[in-house]
């Protein structure tokens, strides 16, 4: 069974930056894709932002010019530098990976920005 672990989250002021981690239990070298997604509460899960296993990425708007996400598959890892970040930023910050017909899910980690 493939697992994602996240970590990196925690509580950080208004301005300042975090790098979320996710790490895989296998070779994330024949993941499709691979992102990050939040949720706050009542709301719908969200795409942050997305990485193909050719390099290509997707931004949700709100975090274009203040997020990046990369993947080193050296590592089995996958990393969202969140730069710049704002009070509405707080959430919870889940991985994603499509692998075959799995769509597979890490446990989430908390980010809080204060203001």
């Known amino acids: 069974q493939v697992q994602l672990v996240e970590s990196g989250g925690g509580l950080v002021q208004s301005g300042g930056s975090l790098r979320l981690s996710c790490a895989a239990s296998r070779s994330i070298s024949g993941f499709r894709v691979m992102g990050w997604y939040r949720q706050a509460p009542g709301k719908q899960r969200e795409l942050v932002a997305s990485?193909?296993?050719?390099?290509?990425?997707d931004y949700a708007d709100s975090v274009k010019g203040r997020f990046t996400i990369s993947r080193d598959n050296a590592k089995d890892t996958v990393f969202l530098q969140m730069n710049s970040l704002k009070p509405e930023d707080t959430t919870v910050y889940y991985c994603?990976?499509?692998?075959?017909?799995?769509?597979?899910w890490g446990q989430g980690t908390q980010v809080t920005v204060s203001s």
């Open positions: 994603n990976a499509k692998f075959q017909i799995l769509n597979l």
């Open positions: 990485i193909t296993n050719g390099g290509t990425t």
